[in-house]
């Protein structure tokens, strides 16, 4: 079975300070890894994602994540927040080959970016 | 670029009623989805589709939900006797084989967001 823990349920931070929404997942073998944002009545925004290879992968709006095989965490990490970043951000991991294709997130974090 | 649809974006329904959710998926995608997010709370698989079949399925996908691709462009979801606890909005996704194999993403409608009262 696969699961993905956000341990944090909200995430507050002022613009310009760095932000990280924090990630850990459980699965079998290697997995591919993903991270979700969702604004206020919009559907899921693909943001980035782990496949294999350089364990810091970049994504959209500046916005980068670390996998750390060892700690089997996939931090969501950017340098500088905007206001305009303030959105649901889900985690969500997916087994390779067997185990079916599904997509398993986890419980989303709220990231909140004040002024 | 192309997107995966939906329709509606939100449908009210009496409990007991019967709903259809349609979704348009991406025209080479061949792997289809449908999750559910009720509000506040993480998003959930319900099923899987391939090759004009359930593929995979979880738990909450009971007797009273049914997935059909009844042409070569849509891919709906049926709630056939509405219950409260089915107020969510529901996400259809999809996906290429080669996208499958190469990255594993999903691309993801905006979502109909059903309310049962």
């Known amino acids: 079975a696969q699961s993905v823990a956000q341990p944090e349920d909200q995430v507050n931070v002022a613009e310009g300070n760095p932000l990280t929404v924090k990630c850990t997942y459980s699965v079998s073998g290697n997995p591919y890894l993903f991270w979700y944002v969702q604004y206020p009545n919009r559907g899921l925004q693909f943001l980035l994602k782990?496949?294999?290879?350089?364990?810091l992968v970049k994504g959209s709006y500046g916005f980068e994540a670390e996998f750390n095989k060892s700690q089997t965490s996939f931090h969501l990490k950017k340098p500088s927040a905007l206001v305009s970043d303030s959105a649901l951000y889900f985690c969500?991991?997916?087994?390779?080959?067997?185990?079916?294709?599904?997509?398993?997130f986890g419980t989303g974090t709220q990231l909140k970016v004040e002024l | 670029e192309p997107e995966v649809t939906q329709t509606p974006s939100h449908q009210v329904t009496q409990m007991g009623q019967e709903v259809i959710l349609r979704c348009v998926p991406i025209s080479n995608h061949l792997y289809f989805y449908w999750y559910r997010q009720i509000l506040g709370q993480k998003v959930e698989f319900l099923v899987s589709f391939y090759n004009n079949e359930i593929s995979e399925k979880s738990e909450i996908f009971d007797d009273q939900f049914s997935v059909e691709r009844p042409d070569g462009s849509n891919f709906t979801l049926k709630i056939r006797s509405t219950k409260l606890e089915d107020s969510a909005m529901y996400f259809c996704?999809?996906?290429?084989?080669?996208?499958?194999?190469?990255?594993?993403?999903?691309?993801f409608g905006e979502g109909s967001r059903l309310t049962v009262l």
């Open positions: 969500a991991v997916r087994m390779r080959g067997g185990g079916g294709n599904k997509l398993t």
């Open positions: 782990y496949i294999t290879g350089d364990n």
């Open positions: 996704a999809s996906a290429s084989p080669r996208g499958l194999a190469n990255t594993g993403e999903l691309f």
